[in-house]
């Protein structure tokens, strides 16, 4: 017996091939050659038997020549000299009264992709464009565009180009949508087909008659049409309104981002667009196919951006099914998370809890996130839920949990009370390094609330030996440190142990540096040790601003109906969609990256840069800003004139109150370096400490102090919250001033003059808003 | 723009591979299957890309179906043609399988080779494409008893053959060529229903999503008309006189449905295309006109033996003719369960523990309406807490509903004109699914 695909059934089928009693049984021949075609889809290479197959060829049985057709097609570029011999056939067929023979050897003919064949496929789909029969048209239309493609330097005949131009006007529909692709492809250096008035008012009149294929298409196309006047714009939208609703996704779509492009600068339009494409959306979540549903739950994530309210009132159709796949389920609760409000919190933290417990981790740590992200706005309902869970004592529920609170204490301090009675008893479930990252960290700030924090790290620190984890140690010495601050009696003896191991036993670099960083820093003093370790915490003060800023549809109006919002991972997606200022959470390791980056911009006053430094491309800035009277502003107008000039605000202290701080960010267009990423964030704080011998100064510079830091924004906002306080100012002029408003601007990748710019408007925005008061 | 199309069995072995575009190495099918193999969780996102291919790939009949496309392509398209490509198999093939698929490669070339041209798609109306298509569909019928049974004596019409046997629509659509005869149409009508339970036993939320399903068989297409029941209503303004309205909340046709004795007699209009298409797709969120099928009343408690007591009462409350078939309840259970031992009300019901999926499996065959089933679970929890209670439930149960529908829908008439010369079949069926259906304990 041959083995399958080996030398022998090549030969095997060459042999039957070739046999004179085979080729005159018809029924024989063509299962003859059935095999070979199944045998070459089975991934062997059968191109051996080239010359035989183009013998069978020549014959009258279409279903024959089509199988033929199929496996000339996949080997045609490895035998060139032998496809010459098809070409005779092929050229003949052309000639056949039947107009399906005629389609056949013109696309066959065309599909052999042989650069040397050109001369001979030219003539026959010249007359192709002009034949009888639609299927043939069709054929020769894309025929060019394929031939153009062989040899893309090539010019293109302006006879050719303008006969497709002409076949724009064809009966048939489908012809009429292949010439727009063939011209798309052919007149793709010259940026595709010219759209002009006529064309589009023409393709707009014979979109009923194209299916939906044709449909999408064309309106893919128009998407480059601007209109000449309001009215015509208008003509155009009350045409296509019937399409924006049809059953059928693609045409949806399609026409969604038609609408988008040429209604870019009328964003009434638009909007009213977004609200009446919701209904077939959320149509499309409930389809049977579950891949259909997925690339709408993705797109109306895009929606979500700009109208957050848009789909309210539709929530449930966001609860997951119980066989639905995990990845819908978690792309579902993110819209979930989004659409809390007052009136359904209850239904939706109740859904959500309810996939805790899912049987699949990740939908279960997805659940708990969810619900973690929830109690930013309403915190005593899901820290309920959360406890609760803690108490199933399963390890990946809790770990999730317990980095869920480091998240959401960090962002709402006023949890903390609850978070730590929580935490007792739960390091003994806790199995993986992030939920055990999470617990030290919080033991490491909430220390001396947590009765039992010491005898944790202890029965940790007597097993650092065999811990294997470098994110735990790191975080093990900072909790420890921390601890020591607030309980040194209970933690003396413990933190010797651990520093003495850390620099005595451990091989690792890291972990040694910053136990001699510790070390030394102890040696400082004791206060220098509390300035250094305890500057970072969230200000219990600063009330974080609870919605999301809704963004112009311009910023997700160029990746709507392509694949990019299904391929962009989740991870993405969230932080992209939230404006709040712990994107860290989601980063690979956050912890470590964070007592890194905390440790080493120390370094520098420590040991005077003896470290390593990094050149990192950001810039910060601080200028005095005097306008006394945006103090006494509400935190509402403020926000609300920022906004205008599309400046979020983060977080602000309460009126009135001194040190009287604002959190803000906003992302920019760079000015210039098109290849670059080519926006750039930009920080802010506004600090009034009250004190009116603030000195007026500029200093700029490029931040090449702060090494270690991998360029990350999240990291950035974390510094920009904690360490503002102890940078030097140099002053230039020196002018006193009676009440000035520092602003403090981080900005990364740097862009000097984006970020000029910014600070002209910022400057511009407080003025006009203190000028109001007075 | 496709660049290819191919289709994979799960085990990875090339069924159909399609170069539209050319250019593409010969590894890029190991790729894909590399890539969908080394996903985690236990289904692969849709999209996926390697270097500027990308893969959208839909999963039907347990085979990848998959096409490679550019970043700026539409996702809805490149998933609507996957579909449609998948429905297209399905009515010339007869059925969805490896095997289907494997005995009938060239079929499927010569399909792909007119549906699409150089990575664009160009038609896929069965209508069109018969015109097209020569080759012949191979199908293994699995030799069966019953299909004799159906035969009376001296071909006399026994009571069986009058329902349509369920592999009836299983068939290649081409078949009916030579078959002469033996026209026929089925009419479905299928609807899904997604429903959430409260503890409290309150509905908090029910969908129904359903569809009118054609599936025909006719070698020359006549027109048909499609009666619905009279009282039948889009939203909540257009209610027509008292009593059970038949309403749903939105609705939306297929393109060939001529709509202009809609609005008067609620006739639908429409001259079917050979193969499966969905003439008429609907929903209807919340306000079910119907009783929910099934209720479901729990008590679990903890023996003082450590082990978890669930006594669960089923109770289906569909009309007493009808009954529901393959029903499942699944609940899951506490981490950790070791042993299920059970005591179920009749002999017909199975339940097993599924250590993997952390759940207790409940099977019933055949479930009849106005009944109730009861079933005594107890499971063996080592680690069993209080806590562990919160790890039960909800419920998903799992089930068909032949003949009936949940909206109330009903097709009053069929007709088809002209009248079809020779004999002429015509089916209506109805079912309803469970899309998920959960029941919180």
Redesign the interface.
């Known amino acids: 017996m041959p083995y399958l695909g080996g030398e022998e059934t090549v030969r095997e089928l060459r042999r039957a091939l070739s046999n004179p009693n085979v080729q005159s049984d018809p029924l024989r021949y063509r299962n003859t050659i059935?095999k070979v075609?199944?045998t070459m889809?089975?991934?062997v290479d059968v191109s051996g038997l080239f010359s035989e197959m183009v013998k069978a060829c020549a014959t009258v049985d279409?279903?024959q020549k089509?199988?033929v057709y199929?496996f000339l097609c996949?080997y045609a570029?490895l035998n060139p000299e032998l496809s010459l011999l098809v070409i005779n056939t092929l050229r003949k067929d052309c000639q056949d009264p039947n107009p399906?023979v005629r389609s056949l050897a013109l696309?066959n003919m065309t599909n052999l992709?042989l650069p040397s064949l050109v001369e001979y496929v030219e003539q026959p789909l010249t007359a192709g464009l002009r034949d009888r029969a639609a299927?043939v048209r069709?054929?020769a239309v894309?025929g060019w565009?394929?031939l153009h493609n062989l040899h893309p330097s090539s010019e293109i005949d302006a006879a050719v180009v303008n006969e497709l131009y002409s076949l724009l006007r064809d009966p048939d529909p489908?012809v009429m949508?292949?010439c727009l692709?063939a011209l798309e492809e052919i007149l793709k250096e010259e940026g595709g087909i010219a759209i002009n008035k006529p064309i589009t008012h023409h393709l707009l009149n014979r979109l009923k008659e194209c299916?939906?294929?044709g449909q999408?298409?064309v309106l893919?196309v128009l998407q480059r049409y601007r209109p000449q006047s309001e009215d015509e714009l208008f003509d155009i939208l009350s045409l296509l309104d019937s399409f924006l609703v049809s059953?059928?996704?693609?045409v949806?779509?399609?026409t969604l981002s038609l609408f988008l492009s040429i209604s870019s600068n009328l964003p009434v339009i638009s909007l009213a667009a977004l609200e009446r494409v919701s209904?077939p959306l959320l149509?499309?979540c409930?389809s049977?196919?579950?891949?259909?549903r997925?690339?709408?739950v993705?797109h109306i994530q895009l929606l979500l951006r700009s109208v957050p309210g848009l789909l309210g009132p539709h929530y449930?159709?966001f609860?997951?099914?119980?066989?639905?796949?995990?990845?819908i389920k978690e792309r579902k609760m993110q819209v979930l998370v989004e659409l809390v409000n007052d009136e359904n919190v209850a239904?939706i933290l109740?859904?959500l809890k309810?996939y805790c417990?899912d049987?699949?981790t990740?939908t279960a740590q997805a659940a708990i996130s969810a619900i973690g992200r929830i109690g930013r706005s309403y915190s005593d309902r899901c820290l309920q839920i959360l406890t609760?869970?803690l108490?199933?004592?399963?390890d990946h529920i809790t770990s999730a949990v317990v980095q869920t609170m480091r998240d959401l204490v960090w962002v709402c301090p006023q949890c903390s009370d609850t978070v730590c009675l929580a935490l007792d008893g739960c390091e003994e479930t806790l199995q993986d390094i992030q939920g055990r990252q999470a617990l030290l960290w919080l033991l490491g700030v909430y220390g001396e609330r947590i009765s039992t924090a010491p005898y944790t790290l202890e029965v940790l620190i007597d097993r650092v030996r065999s811990e294997a984890s470098l994110g735990i140690k790191m975080e093990l010495l900072t909790a420890t440190m921390r601890l020591f601050l607030c309980r040194p009696a209970e933690t003396q003896d413990m933190l010797g142990r651990l520093l003495h191991y850390c620099i005595e036993e451990e091989t690792d670099m890291c972990v040694r540096d910053q136990a001699l960083l510790y070390y030394r820093l102890l040696h400082c003093g004791i206060e220098k040790t509390r300035e250094v370790l305890q500057g970072r915490r969230s200000d219990p003060s600063l009330g974080v601003l609870i919605g999301r800023p809704a963004k112009p549809v311009s910023q997700w109006a160029r990746c709507f109906?392509?694949?990019?919002?299904?391929?962009q991972g989740a991870v993405e997606a969230e932080s992209d969609s939230r404006g709040s200022p712990e994107h860290v959470t989601y980063n690979s390791k956050p912890n470590a990256d964070l007592s890194d980056t905390l440790s080493c911009s120390h370094i520098e006053e420590v040991h005077s840069g003896a470290e390593k430094i990094e050149e990192v491309d950001c810039a910060w800035i601080e200028e005095c800003v005097r306008c006394p009277a945006v103090l006494h502003c509400s935190p509402q107008s403020l926000q609300a004139a920022m906004q205008l000039v599309n400046i979020q605000t983060l977080a602000f202290t309460p009126q009135q109150m001194l040190p009287w701080r604002v959190y803000l960010y906003t992302h920019t267009q760079r000015s210039h370096s098109m290849d670059a990423p080519n926006t750039t964030l930009i920080l802010g704080e506004l600090l009034c400490t009250g004190e009116a011998n603030q000195k007026s100064g500029v200093k700029k510079g490029t931040a090449d102090s702060e090494a270690g830091a991998e360029g990350k924004e999240d990291q950035l906002v974390r510094k920009e919250m904690d360490a503002t306080a102890d940078r030097l100012r140099v002053s230039e002029d020196g002018q006193e001033e009676e009440e000035g408003i520092k602003v403090i601007l981080n900005q990364q990748p740097k862009d000097d003059d984006a970020l000029r710019q910014f600070l002209t408007i910022l400057i511009t925005v407080l003025n006009t808003l203190s000028s109001e008061k007075d | 723009m496709i660049s290819q199309v191919f289709i994979l069995s799960s085990k990875g072995?090339?069924?159909?591979?399609k170069?539209f575009r050319?250019g593409a190495g010969n590894d890029i099918?190991s790729i894909f299957y590399e890539k969908v193999t080394a996903l985690?969780?236990?289904?692969?996102?849709?999209?996926?890309?390697h270097k500027d291919i990308?893969f959208?790939?839909?999963?039907q009949g347990g085979l990848y179906w998959v096409a490679t496309?550019t970043?700026?392509?539409?996702?809805?398209?490149i998933?609507?043609?996957?579909?449609r490509l998948a429905a297209l198999v399905k009515d010339y093939c007869g059925s969805l399988s490896e095997k289907s698929v494997q005995m009938n490669?060239?079929l499927i070339?010569?399909l792909l080779?007119e549906i699409v041209?150089?990575g664009?798609?160009?038609?896929?109306?069965s209508d069109v494409l018969k015109?097209?298509i020569?080759?012949e569909a191979v199908t293994s019928r699995p030799f069966s008893l019953f299909d004799l049974s159906n035969v009376g004596l001296f071909g006399a019409e026994t009571q069986q053959s009058k329902v349509a046997p369920s592999s009836a629509a299983t068939r290649p659509i081409q078949s009916s060529r030579e078959q002469g005869g033996k026209s026929e149409i089925f009419v479905d009508v299928i609807e899904?229903m997604?429903v959430?339970i409260?503890s409290n036993g309150l509905l908090?939320?029910a969908?129904v999503?359903g569809e009118i399903r054609v599936k025909c068989y006719m070698p020359s297409c006549s027109e048909m008309r499609i009666g619905l029941n009279e009282e039948f209503s889009i939203g909540k303004s257009q209610l027509r006189g008292y009593g059970a309205a038949v309403r749903v909340d939105?609705c939306?046709?297929h393109?060939a449905v001529r709509l202009d004795e809609f609005d008067s007699h609620r006739i639908l209009r429409l001259c079917p295309s050979q193969g499966e298409q969905t003439v008429m797709?609907y929903?209807l969120?919340?306000d079910l006109p119907s009783a929910l099928p099934f209720r479901l009343f729990p008590t679990i408690e903890r023996d003082n033996g450590g082990r978890l007591l669930m006594y669960m009462k089923l109770r289906c409350d569909l009309p007493p003719k009808s009954a529901a078939i393959n029903v499942c309840a699944?609940i899951?259970v506490p981490?950790g369960s070791v042993s299920l031992s059970q005591e179920l009300s009749s002999p017909d019901q199975s339940a097993e523990l599924k250590p993997q999926?952390?759940?207790v499996v409940w099977k019933i065959a055949r479930f009849a309406g106005g009944t109730q089933l009861s079933a005594l679970f107890k499971l063996e929890v080592p680690s069993l807490?209080?806590?562990?209670m919160?790890?039960v439930?909800?419920v998903?149960l799992?089930f068909e509903l032949p003949k009936i529908t949940a909206t109330g829908l009903q097709i009053r008439f069929l007709r088809l004109s002209p009248i079809q010369p020779g004999p002429s079949q015509r089916w209506v069926r109805y079912v309803t699914h469970s899309?998920?259906y959960?029941i919180?304990i």
């Not at chain 1, 049977?288 to 259909?292: N, P």
């Not at chain 2, 959208?56 to 999963?59: A, T």
């Open positions: 059935l075609i199944r889809s089975q991934g279409v279903v089509k199988l199929v996949s570029t399906m696309r992709r299927c069709r054929v894309l565009a394929k489908v949508v292949n692709r299916d939906i294929w999408s298409e893919r059953p059928h996704p693609p949806m779509a399609a209904g149509a499309a409930g049977g196919s579950r891949e259909m997925f690339a709408a993705c449930k159709r609860f997951c099914g119980y066989a639905e796949p995990a990845y239904m109740d859904e309810g417990t049987v699949n990740d609760g869970l108490g199933l004592k399963q109906n392509t694949l990019e919002p299904l391929s | 072995d090339h069924l159909i591979y170069d050319g099918v985690t969780g236990d289904q692969p996102p849709v999209v996926m890309n990308y959208v790939h839909i999963r496309t970043a700026g392509s539409s996702p809805f398209t998933t609507e043609f996957l579909n490669f060239a070339y010569e080779d041209d150089y664009y798609i160009q038609t896929t109306s015109n097209f020569q080759t899904r997604t959430v409260g908090m939320k969908d999503e939105e939306s046709f393109q797709q929903q969120s919340d699944t899951p981490k999926s952390r759940a807490s209080s806590a562990s919160l790890e439930g909800p998903g799992s899309d998920s959960t919180r």
